[in-house]
Nanobody
Framework: QVQLVESGGGLVQPGGSLRLSCAAS????????MSWYRQPPGRERELVAS????????NYADSVKGRFTISRDNAKNTVYLQMNSLKPEDTAMYYC?????????WGQGTQVTVTS
């Protein structure tokens, strides 16, 4: 059974850091592009960052450039999102997505709350 399991979310103060992980199983992880999305309360899901199959290409939403870093470890079937200088507006449910052609998988999400 295909699974994407996010972890690492939590409650953090403004200016703090978190590292999200998304562990994949039951599919060929290294063949899939990976992305992180987030959905703030009452808003639509939005793309945060994406990374190519070999990690050579990354893209970020303007709102997180310079603060977030996406990376992957194909040997561990895991994609990461290092989040620094967190702001209250980063509060959201964060999801990882795997995509290859017309096939995509989503995780269940991990909550990130940034508040003082």
């Amino acid at each position: 059974q295909v699974q994407l399991v996010e972890s690492g979310g939590g409650l953090v103060q403004p200016g703090g850091s978190l590292r999200l992980s998304c562990a994949a199983s039951a599919f060929l992880f290294s063949y899939y592009g990976m992305s992180w999305y987030r959905q703030p309360p009452g808003r639509e899901r939005e793309l945060v960052a994406s990374i190519s199959v070999n990690g050579g290409n990354t893209n970020y939403a303007d709102s997180v450039k310079g603060r977030f870093t996406i990376s992957r470890d194909n040997a561990k079937n895991t994609v990461y999102l290092q989040m620094n200088s967190l702001k209250p507006e980063d509060t959201a449910m964060y999801y990882c997505k795997a995509i290859k052609g017309g096939t995509m998988y989503w995780g269940q999400g991990t909550q990130v709350t940034v508040t003082s």
